[in-house]
């Protein structure tokens, strides 16, 4: 099984996702947004690119949710922390997000065989699907400004690690794959904190987000898996599998 | 003190170097033949782009040296490997080259205040260099095809484990820097073996070039540290040092 970390949304080319499953990653915060809000029961969310296109598609009874430099959209019903994605607010109701990188990273991923979401959240219950599809894989970490993140990375670093458990195959990574995933071996017993040291996890703390931050780096609170199904993130149920 | 880590060639911009001292990075296998060249005698190395560039400037008793697709240029003296610039053929002489990704790094970081190379064979000296120079640092590995390596990664590693030994100021990273210094760490103690693992160390040692590969993991080797003066690559000597 082959495993390529790509490093920003900007970096994903269709070649690194065609005839493959891809997982894109942005900690802080959309994929930890997503995984929440569907937890919490949203029927499925639909990430777009651009503020326009989330209030046109936006329908009676649907929530907006997303961020522009950090901030809460005007008119949205929710900003970018997952915290604010509660049952009383999303369940059995569907949502429309936009983002800065992360539904950039979803919408670049589109030609994949499958497009999954991964966070800390649920990165081991990630790992146990992606071995089940048996695909080569493509992990997208969204990033900030074109450049890598330490959050996305260790993130991936974390999910080729239980990939290695859960795969019948043995696993081969490109070159961004062996750095992160050494980078998370490196740092594993104490992850947490270095985490706190990444530059996002400081400006959200600086900014009054601490318990985003710590919400954020909560390992494997859920088993729920988002998986993209014509524009819609659903949750992911193994009997829907489809035959490529 | 701040580091900040640059990826590949292609993702160096003018602020990431400007004030700075800039070190490049291309361990498999050009800025470890450079600093190969220096030691064996070389006066000096110019870095060019092009292969008609390099023609060009080329006169009478200077050596050339370069690929294209990892293989010597026709009518050049050597090819990339560190191996062939042997004291016979470099004693006393001046040099140009021409490489792929490092040399185009060289170029790129043309508006730094220094710009120093560093591979695993002078990686500790290149650190005491920077430590004294005292300026904030951008790390620029050369990568390839636009994507970072696993070798030029750990070396940045290697680099700002050094550089937080010497450095007088506390140390600051970006999320690359941390991540690196951090996969660095993890693999310390079997930096050789794993970076055995990475895809050009493979690709080398499938092509015949395993002892390019051994040498080049060779760990400081040299206390030269080559600098770029007027288009020039040569020896560092502190006595030189500008006043910027």
């Given at each position: 099984m082959r495993i390529d970390v790509v490093a920003s949304a900007s970096e994903i080319r269709t070649e690194d996702v065609i005839h493959r499953s891809a997982v894109v990653i942005d900690v802080f915060r959309t994929t930890s947004t997503i995984v929440?809000?569907?937890?919490?029961?949203?029927?499925?969310?639909?990430?777009?690119?651009?503020?326009?296109?989330?209030?046109?598609?936006?329908?009676?009874?649907?929530?907006?949710?997303?961020?522009?430099?950090?901030?809460?959209?005007?008119?949205?019903?929710?900003?970018?922390?997952?915290?604010?994605y509660t049952k009383e607010l999303v369940e059995g109701r569907k949502g429309i997000m936009t983002t800065t990188s992360g539904t950039r990273a979803l919408i670049k991923a589109g030609k994949a065989s499958y497009i999954f979401t991964a966070a800390f959240l649920n990165v081991k219950a990630c790992a146990e699907v992606l071995a089940e599809v048996d695909l080569d894989i493509a992990i997208l970490c969204a990033g900030q400004?074109?450049?890598?993140?330490?959050?996305?990375?260790?993130?991936?670093?974390?999910?080729?690690?239980?990939i290695k458990q859960s795969a019948v195959?043995?696993?081969?990574?490109?070159?961004?794959?062996?750095?992160?995933?050494?980078?998370?071996?490196?740092?594993?017993?104490?992850?947490?904190?270095k985490l706190k040291e990444s530059n996002e996890a400081k400006r959200l703390t600086k900014q009054g987000h601490e318990k985003d931050v710590d919400y954020c780096l909560t390992e494997n609170?859920?088993?729920?898996?988002?998986?993209?199904?014509?524009?819609?993130?659903?949750?992911w149920k193994a009997k829907e599998k489809k035959i490529i």
């Open positions: 929440t809000a569907l937890a919490q029961g949203a029927i499925c969310i639909t990430p777009v690119e651009t503020v326009p296109k989330a209030k046109q598609l936006g329908l009676e009874g649907m929530f907006l949710g997303g961020e522009r430099f950090c901030k809460k959209i005007a008119g949205f019903d929710a900003g970018n922390s997952p915290l604010e400004q074109d450049r890598l993140t330490m959050e996305d990375s260790l993130c991936a670093g974390m999910l080729i690690h239980y195959q043995p696993v081969r990574l490109n070159d961004l794959g062996l750095v992160v995933h050494q980078a998370y071996l490196g740092c594993e017993a104490d992850l947490r904190n609170a859920f088993t729920l898996v988002p998986v993209m199904e014509d524009h819609f993130l659903v949750p």
